[in-house]
C-alpha cells in the first residue's frame, strides 16, 4: 500500500509534545486503527465484495474473494464510493482532490487492479472530467448499460440527475428539480425505473421521486405537502411492489410497503414504534431485511415478503451497522446472505457475512486486529434533562483513574445526524490521556424522532446550545471535574463548541474546534454556492432570518469568549470556508485570549488523512494538558 503523505499543516503556535509519553503512544496506535466499510457486493452467485478500507492512511478499494482480501487501489487520493458494473469486469469509483469534494467517477478494470493494485489516475477511465463540478454515483442499471449520477453541472448550484450510456459515453440529463437531488437505491430489478431523493423547503423533508429511464417521467411516492417528513429509498419486491421507511404522519420511521399498480401504501406491523427504521431488500425481492436505530446501535431482522417470520441478526457487539460512514448493509441476490459494516465503541469497524442457511456471522476484513493491546472503556448510556423537561441521551466513557478527571464532551456535526455507538480512536485517545467523554446527542440530533430532530430548527438554535448547561451539569454529578470541561467538535459540532464558549464563558474551561462555523452569516455567505440552498433551509435564510443568524453567530460574542481554543481546519474545506477559523483565531489573538491555529493544506472538510490526524490530535490535547494543567 502506499505510504500516508507527511502532514501538509502551517500553526500559529506549536504544542509540546504529551507529557505522558505512554499515554501520547497508545493515543497514536488508536489512530492508527484500521476500519473496513462495505462498498458493493457482486450479483450472482460468486461471493465477490468491494471494501473501502484505510490500511494504508486513506480509504482505498479492496476486493473480498475466496477468502481474502485483495488491494485494487492505492491512490494519492482517498476513494470515496465503488460499485460494480454488472456484466462487466469494470467497477465505478468516485474521487476528489485533497478533500475538495468535487468527486469524478472514473471505471476501474477490475482484473488489471486484482493483479498489480491501481496507483495512477492514468490507469483509471475517466467518466466525468469537470472538476469545476462535483459527481456522485447513484446507481448502474441491471444490464450495466446505464450509469446514473447526480451532478451541478448543469447550473453550477442544483444537482440533477444524469445518465452516461457505457458503452458510447453519452451523458444526458434525466432530471431537473432545482434542488439538491441525493442518491436512492439505484435502478429498479427490472430497470425501468430510478430512485432519487429530493429535499423539500424544510429541514428533514425528502420525497421519494422515481423517473422512468425511457421517458424521464417523475413521479413522487407518497407525497406529504403539508408536512416535512422523510420517505427512504425503495428495497424492491417486484416490478411493481417496493418497502421504504416512511415518518410521514408519524414520529418515527416505519417500513411501509408500496404498491405502484394499486397506488397503496402499507405500514408493516411492528416497525416505526419507538425507533426508526430502514429497509434493503435481496434483488430477487425473497428477503426484506430491517434496520432499526436504538439510541444509536443497529437491531437487524430478517423477513419473508409477507411479513409472517422473523430471523434477529447476531450482532458481535452493540453497535452500529448503517450510516454515512458505514454505508448500508446489503443482501446477496437470492437473499441467502446480509453483508453489513459493523462498528461498536471497543470495536473498529469491519465488514461481515451473515449467513441465513447456518444462522452465522463470518467477519471479511480484520481492521479489529489492529487494535492496541490496552483494554478499552465501555460505553455507559445515560440522559440528563435540559432546561425545558427535554431528556438529552449520553455516551460517557470514563479514565481509569482514582480522582476527578478533567472531561472532554465531544459535540457529532450535523446537526441533523447523530452519535452512534460505535468506535472513535478519538474517544478512546482522550480517555487514555486521562480524561472521561461525554458524548451527547443534542436536540436536533436525528435518530430520537423527528420531534426531536427538530427542535433546533432555524430560530430555535439557540435551544440545542442550552442543552451544554444540562450535559456541563451531568459532568459534575457523573464523577468528573466540571470545572475542567472542555467542548470537543467538529463541522457543525465546531459551532457548537465555539457558541458553547462564547454563550456560556463561565461553564467550559478551553475548546477544539475542527471545521467549525464561527460566523453563520459569513458561513452562509462564503459556502459553496451549491450548499448554500441547501443549509439555508436548517440554519435560517441570510434574506428573512440575517438578524438572528448574527445574534446566534460566535463572533459576534467573540468578547465573551476567554478559554483557550485549537483550531483545526482542511485548506480546500468547500462546506466551511478556512476563512470561518482565520476570522475567529484572529480576533482571539487580538484580545490575547490563547488560541492555535493549524491548517491542513491536502484536506477538506475534515481530516481523511492519517498523518494529519496523527498530527493534529495529539497536539489538540497536548494543548488542553497545557492549559488545564491536566
Same mark, same amino acid.
Given at each position: ?28 496506535a /488508536? ?5 473496513a ?17 484505510d ?32 456484466g ?8 476528489d ?8 467517477? %472514473? ?7 486484482? &493483479? ?42 442544483h ?40 429535499? *423539500? ?13 425511457? #421517458? ?8 406529504? @405537502? ?17 418497502? &421504504? ?15 405502484l ?71 446477496s ?6 453483508? %453489513?459494516?459493523?462498528?461498536?465503541? #471497543?470495536?473498529?469497524?469491519d465488514v ?12 471479511l ?6 487494535l492496541?493491546?490496552?483494554?478499552? &472503556? @465501555?460505553c ?20 481509569d ?12 456535526? *450535523?446537526?441533523? $445526524? ?11 485517545g ?9 458524548? @451527547? ?13 427538530a ?6 438554535r ?9 450535559v ?23 459551532y457548537?463548541v465555539l ?15 475542527i471545521? *467549525? ?6 458561513? /452562509?455567505?462564503? #459556502? ?19 438578524d ?21 481546519? *482542511? ?21 490575547q ?16 488523512? /492519517? ?8 497536539r489538540?490535547? $497536548? ?8
Open positions: 500500500m502506499n505510504k500516508a503523505p507527511k502532514p501538509a499543516a502551517t500553526m500559529a503556535l506549536m504544542s509540546p509534545p504529551l507529557p505522558d509519553q505512554s499515554a501520547l503512544e497508545l493515543f497514536r /488508536l489512530l492508527r486503527t484500521r476500519s466499510v462495505l462498498a458493493d457486493v457482486a450479483s450472482g452467485t460468486s461471493e465477490r465484495v468491494l471494501v473501502r478500507s490500511t494504508g492512511g486513506t480509504m482505498q478499494l479492496f476486493e473480498y474473494v475466496e477468502g481474502e482480501l485483495v488491494a485494487l487501489s492505492d491512490l494519492a487520493e482517498p476513494v470515496a464510493s465503488a460499485r460494480y458494473v454488472p462487466s469486469d469494470l467497477i465505478v469509483v468516485a474521487l482532490r485533497g478533500g475538495d469534494e468535487r468527486h469524478q467517477l %472514473y471505471l476501474l478494470d477490475r482484473a488489471k487492479a486484482t &493483479a498489480a493494485a491501481c496507483t495512477s489516475l492514468d490507469q483509471l477511465d475517466a467518466l466525468t472530467a469537470d472538476q469545476r463540478y462535483a459527481h456522485q454515483d447513484a446507481g448502474i442499471s441491471p444490464d450495466g448499460r446505464l450509469l446514473a449520477y447526480v451532478s451541478n453541472r448543469a447550473t453550477g448550484v444537482f440533477d440527475v444524469w445518465l452516461c450510456d457505457l458503452e458510447h459515453r453519452e451523458h444526458r440529463l434525466i432530471y431537473g428539480a432545482e434542488s439538491w437531488c441525493h442518491p436512492a437505491s439505484g435502478f429498479s430489478p427490472d430497470g425501468r425505473y430510478l430512485s432519487v431523493a429530493v429535499p *423539500g423547503n424544510a429541514p428533514l423533508d425528502v420525497e421519494l421521486v422515481l423517473i422512468e429511464v425511457a #421517458t424521464g417521467t417523475a413521479r413522487a411516492v407518497c407525497p406529504h @405537502p403539508d408536512e416535512a417528513a422523510l420517505v427512504g429509498a425503495p428495497g424492491w419486491l417486484d416490478p411493481d411492489r417496493f418497502v &421504504a421507511s416512511s415518518n410521514v404522519g408519524r414520529d418515527f420511521a416505519a417500513l411501509c410497503v408500496f404498491d399498480g394499486k397506488d397503496s401504501v402499507t405500514s408493516l406491523e411492528g416497525t416505526g414504534e419507538d425507533a426508526d427504521a430502514e429497509v434493503v431488500t435481496a434483488g430477487d425481492g425473497s428477503v426484506i431485511a430491517c434496520i432499526e436505530n436504538r439510541n444509536g446501535a443497529s437491531a437487524l431482522s430478517l423477513h419473508d415478503p409477507q411479513w409472517t417470520t422473523a430471523t434477529e441478526v447476531p450482532l458481535a457487539d452493540r453497535g452500529a451497522v448503517s450510516s454515512y460512514q458505514l454505508g448500508a448493509p446489503q443482501l441476490s437470492d437473499g441467502e446472505r446480509l453483508y %453489513y459494516s459493523l462498528s461498536s465503541p #471497543t470495536l473498529p469497524a461481515w457475512c451473515f449467513e441465513r442457511r447456518f444462522g452465522t456471522a463470518r467477519r476484513s480484520d481492521a479489529a486486529r489492529s492496541p493491546g490496552a483494554p478499552l &472503556a @465501555p455507559e448510556e445515560a440522559s440528563v434533562e435540559s432546561f425545558d423537561g427535554e431528556r438529552i441521551p449520553l455516551f460517557v466513557f470514563r479514565p483513574r482514582s480522582d476527578r478527571a478533567p472531561v472532554v464532551v465531544l459535540i457529532h456535526g *450535523g446537526p441533523e $445526524s447523530q452519535s452512534l455507538q460505535s468506535f472513535n480512536p478519538v474517544v478512546h482522550l480517555v487514555a490521556a486521562g480524561y472521561g467523554v461525554v458524548v @451527547p446527542n443534542v436536540r436536533g440530533s436525528t435518530g430520537y424522532g423527528k420531534r426531536f430532530a427542535l433546533d430548527d432555524t430560530r430555535r439557540l435551544d440545542s446550545v442550552r442543552d451544554l448547561e444540562a456541563h451539569d451531568f459532568c459534575s454529578t457523573a464523577g468528573f471535574d466540571a470545572g475542567r470541561a472542555v467542548l470537543w467538535g467538529g463541522s457543525y459540532g465546531g457548537m457558541a458553547g464558549l462564547a454563550f456560556q464563558p463561565e461553564r467550559w474551561a478551553a475548546g477544539v474546534d471545521v *467549525g462555523i464561527s460566523d453563520l452569516v459569513t458561513f /452562509l455567505e462564503r #459556502t459553496s454556492d451549491y450548499r448554500r440552498a441547501h443549509r439555508e433551509r436548517e440554519y435560517g435564510s441570510l434574506a428573512r432570518d440575517r438572528f443568524l448574527a445574534s446566534a453567530s460566535p463572533l459576534r460574542h467573540v468578547e465573551h469568549m476567554v478559554a483557550p481554543l485549537f483550531v483545526i481546519h *482542511g485548506r480546500n474545506d468547500p462546506r466551511v470556508p478556512l476563512g470561518e477559523a482565520e476570522q475567529l483565531v484572529a480576533a482571539l489573538q487580538e484580545r485570549v490563547p488560541c492555535e491555529l493549524a491548517i491542513y493544506d491536502d484536506e477538506g472538510h475534515g481530516l481523511a488523512r /492519517l498523518a494529519n490526524r496523527l498530527d493534529a490530535y495529539p489538540a490535547v $497536548s494543548f488542553l494538558n497545557r492549559v488545564l494543567g491536566s
